[in-house]
T-cell receptor, first 115, second 112 residues
Framework: ETGVTQSPTHLIKTRGQQVTLRCSSQSGHNTVSWYQQALGQGPQFIFQYYREEENGRGNFPPRFSGLQFPNYSSELNVNALELDDSALYLC??????????????FGPGTRLTVL | KNQVEQSPQSLIILEGKNCTLQCNYTVSPFSNLRWYKQDTGRGPVSLTIMTFSENTKSNGRYTATLDADTKQSSLHITASQLSDSASYICVVTYSNDYKLSFGAGTTVTVRA
């Protein structure tokens, strides 16, 4: 167990709906990164939050947005869901921005299915 | 094109046997390379991390090697166990920013 928790575990939505996924970072960590992992693929970087500010973003459209709270927990929001958004969404926490030298600890993920 | 390529895509081995997974990368400038183990439907768990100056790193029955000149890494699993059945992901970090570049993973199935 890494100490990173995510909720919910599974979620089913329909096209056009909106979804919010939640992540609680490991104690002492101030950085949260979000990844999308399609079946059979490696994780794709969505964005990172460091001390409540977005600290970088991957190639995802604006309908993917996020928040980080003062306790360093985080939310990933996806609007106007599309079928291709079906994936495992992973949250990873680390103790400093960048994660270059500091290991990212992953949560168990949220499996999102869009019908 | 993905900057981290892993091979094989999948493999099946008998319990007790050894296997080697490959990772080739084009990420530059390079900071470090990590191998993660991901059980089905779970988040990845770190096995090893190596900087460009390290050639080998072990974690129990897992041994990773790195050749920064040829930009190749391997993960060797010794005396495989049923619990080794998982996806193994190679992750390379850029040295000038936060970005991690993930391979697609190698799915290992260990059979009794």
């Amino acid at each position: 167990e890494t100490g990173v928790t995510q909720s919910p575990t599974h979620l089913i939505k329909t096209r056009g709906q909106q979804v919010t996924l939640r992540c609680s970072s490991q104690s002492g960590h101030n950085t949260v990164s979000w990844y999308q992992q399609a079946l059979g693929q490696g994780p794709q970087f969505i964005f990172q939050y460091y001390r409540e500010e977005e600290n970088g973003r991957g190639n995802f459209p604006p309908r993917f947005s996020g928040l980080q709270f003062p306790n360093y927990s985080s939310e990933l929001n996806v609007n106007a869901l599309e079928l291709d958004d079906s994936a495992l969404y992973l949250c990873a926490s680390s103790s400093a921005a960048g994660g270059r030298w500091n290991e990212q600890f992953f949560g168990p993920g949220t499996r999102l299915t869009v019908l | 094109k993905n900057q981290v390529e892993q091979s094989p895509q999948s493999l099946i081995i008998l319990e007790g046997k050894n296997c080697t997974l490959q990772c080739n990368y084009t990420v530059s400038p390079f900071s470090n390379l990590r191998w993660y183990k991901q059980d089905t439907g779970r988040g990845p768990v770190s096995l090893t991390i190596m900087t460009f100056s390290e050639n080998t790193k072990s974690n129990g029955r897992y041994t990773a090697t790195l050749d920064a000149d040829t930009k190749q890494s391997s993960l060797h699993i010794t005396a495989s166990q049923l619990s080794d059945s998982a996806s193994y992901i190679c992750v390379v970090t850029y040295s000038n920013d936060y970005k991690l570049s993930f391979g697609a993973g190698t799915t290992v199935t260990v059979r009794a």
